[in-house]
């Protein structure tokens, strides 16, 4: 039985940045206002992530680490609605808890007693009292300890820490109403401080050069709205990478977006160079599919060339009127 939950959490857990992502939206969904994650050696040592949520009482905690237990799915409607909350498997913590050394101490808000959980190869070791502020703190060590054949597959430590910064900073700029710092090998690798505005979290993620170039786009078709910020021709990098772009809130990588985005540039940007974009798409929930692959960040749309065309007008508008 063990054997099995080892290779079902494979599908679930690819590499540090999947762990991330799980305790990130965990975070978010318990109401954070600040969350702050370190990793050591790209995350394949360490993982530790640490908010000021809800958090969780002893009950809580024992539950939240068992096979098939969220606490995010009132009743069937619910699902057929369409879940708001970000995660509603109540898989998550069980399943990298099966692959690493997991430890969580939490306490709720405005509760009196902490807890501290320790759970190891897919069994609870311990579960105490501890001293801790409000709030969550996880940890995720050795990931892949007992799973060699997995941890095989892992990538140099550069290469997994930039797959973690991926996901930290599309969660950043994604929420700029929460204040989320990163942290790598003890180095402070950016802190937004959750102030609400774009503006102010693109300076935190990219700098002061990057986020001067940036000019904000708004434009509300019928249909689809877009809004954010996107780069001076000139201020480009030879990666797409820094081209991010959300659907209705969540982070996509999505062909049609960036053709678009890359349109409305028309022959401005130098061979093979991309710009710095941050682009909010909001459309009718049933104008695409999220859910064409949960890891891949794809989407499919209803009508690809509307939105396209809508998209690079809205980026047009925005270089035009900033006279670039
Ligand atoms: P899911 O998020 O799909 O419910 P998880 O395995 O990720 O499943 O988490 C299980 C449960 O543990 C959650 O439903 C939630 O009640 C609790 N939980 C997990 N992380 C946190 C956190 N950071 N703060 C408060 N509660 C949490
Ligand atoms: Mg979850």
Redesign the pocket.
Known sequence: EKTIQRIAAGEVVERPASVVK?LF???L??DATRISVAVDAGGVEGVRIR?D????SED?LEL?VREH????IGDIEDLEAGVGTL????????TIGAVSRLTIR?KPRGGDVGTELQYEGGEVESIRPAGCPEG?V?EVDDLFYNTPARRKFLKTTATEFDHVNAVVTHYALANPDVAVSLEHDDREVFATEGRGDLQSTVLSVYGREVAESMVPVDRDAPGVSVSGLVSHPETTRSTRDYLSTFVNDRYVTDRVLREAVLDAYGGQLDADRYPFAVLFVEVAPDAVDVNVHPRKMEVRWDDETGVKRDVTEAVEDALLSNGL
């Open positions: 799980e939206e965990n975070s969904d318990a908010d949520g809800v958090g969780m809580d939240a237990t969220t606490s995010k995660g509603f498997r109540g898989e998550a913590l069980h939490s969550t996880v």
